[in-house]
């Protein structure tokens, strides 16, 4: 249990860094007006990792032990950082200073809108991980009854809905913007519809589970995408 605890916890810590790096960058390396674009590209190509986790990985299992998929895994880790390190070049902009940082960080903090935006993307953002990561699995295999192969073909299906949700935000949330949509109104909107999602997931034979946690999915990844 503990190694086990460890591993989750280095593997959050991993992707928390990753994410926050990777977000960093894009908004030194594009203009404003392109980062929900790019922002959005990223976080598709992180769900192609989702999907590789799933049947394809359930596949390559059967032939190889579980050891060697996870040695590679480390070998891929090691790889994209030196390639990271060698290959990619510095950004036009100068680097900030730290006082210049943290100045920026407290006016952020200070900001009304952070109190309302942190917490619709904490929850929209959380649930909708957990969705994918915690809960769609045991819950098609005890709810539904699929076995293993067919529980891993859903959980492809489903975070390819991640992939395409990332991919048609990207596209349509600066062109809302100039339509006149406002930001916060999305997110409410998507934030009703994940609990929409939820209520109906409670209420509804499990027959309609796989769609309605599609569109958790959708609704409530869709509140931090856009």
């Known amino acids: 249990f503990y190694s086990m605890a460890l591993a989750r916890f280095l593997i959050g810590l991993g992707v928390a860094g990753g994410l926050m790096c ?23 190509v992180g769900g192609l990792g989702s999907m590789a986790a799933t049947w394809p990985i359930q596949q390559i299992n059967l032939m190889v032990e579980w050891r060697l998929i996870f040695w590679g895994l480390v070998a891929v880790a090691l790889i994209v950082p030196a390639l990271l390190l060698t290959i990619t070049p510095e950004p036009d902009k100068p680097k900030s200073k730290a006082n210049r940082s943290l100045g920026t960080m407290v006016q952020i903090i200070r900001h009304p809108a952070f109190y309302v935006l942190v917490p619709a993307m904490t929850f929209g953002m959380a649930s909708g991980m957990s969705l994918q990561s915690l809960w769609v699995g045991p819950w098609v295999t005890d709810r539904m009854g699929y076995d293993d192969e067919a529980k891993s073909l ?17 596209w349509m949330a600066p062109r809302m913007k100039a339509w006149g949509w406002s930001i916060p109104a999305l997110m409410l909107m ?13 209420i509804l034979p499990p027959f309609f589970g796989v769609w309605l946690f599609a569109v958790a999915i959708i609704c409530q990844n869709g509140t931090f995408l856009i």
């Open 22 to 44: 990777a977000l960093q960058a894009i908004s030194q390396w594009f203009p404003r007006e392109r980062l929900p674009l790019i922002n959005n590209l990223m976080l598709a």
């Open 154 to 170: 859903v959980l492809l299906a489903i975070n390819a809905t991640f992939v395409v949700t990332a991919l048609g935000l990207g």
């Open 190 to 202: 998507t934030l009703m519809g994940g609990a929409v999602a939820y209520v109906l997931l409670a």
